[in-house]
C-alpha cells in the first residue's frame, strides 16, 4: 500500500459516532470554547454585582447634615431623578429624548453592566454550542 492510499484511509477513519475525525475535533473545541465563555462571563458578572452589593452595604456619610457648611442635604434623590429635571427634559427633547437619557442612566449603573456582560456571554455560548452541531 502506498503512503497516498494511506493518507486517504486515514481520512476516511470515522470515530466511534460514525462523524469524521475533523469535525469530531471541531465539535469538542466548540463546546469547551461555549463553556469558557459562558463560565467566564457569568462568573465575571456575579463578581461585578457581588462587588456593587458589597459596596452599597457599607455606610455613606451622604444623607443629613453636612459638615462643612452645616447645610442639610438629601443624598437619596439625584437631581436627575427630580420630577422638575424629568420636566425640563420632556419639554425641550420630547419623550424620546426623556427615554434616551433614562436608558442612558440605567447602562451607566454597575447592575446593568452585569446585566449586559451575562446576556452577551450566553448568547455567545449558545452561538459556539450551535455551531459545534452545524
Excluded at 62 to 74: F, N, R
Excluded at 91 to 103: D, I, N, Q, S, T
Amino acid at each position: 500500500m502506498s503512503n497516498q492510499q494511506r493518507t486517504n484511509i486515514r481520512t476516511q477513519v470515522k470515530d466511534q459516532a460514525g462523524i469524521p475525525r475533523s469535525s469530531s475535533r471541531r465539535r469538542t473545541t466548540f463546546n469547551t470554547l461555549g463553556v469558557l465563555v459562558f463560565l467566564l462571563g457569568t462568573g465575571s458578572a456575579g463578581l461585578i454585582h457581588w462587588n456593587v452589593h458589597h459596596r452599597s452595604a457599607q455606610p455613606s456619610n451622604v444623607q443629613g447634615a453636612s459638615a462643612v457648611d452645616g447645610s442639610w442635604q438629601d443624598g437619596t434623590l439625584a437631581t436627575q431623578d427630580s420630577k422638575k429635571s424629568s420636566h425640563d427634559l420632556e419639554l425641550y427633547y420630547g419623550k424620546a429624548g426623556l427615554l434616551a437619557v433614562r436608558l442612558r442612566d440605567w447602562f451607566e449603573q454597575p447592575e446593568s453592566l452585569a446585566i449586559i456582560l451575562a446576556t452577551i456571554s450566553t448568547l455567545a455560548a449558545l452561538a459556539c454550542f450551535l455551531l459545534a452541531d452545524w
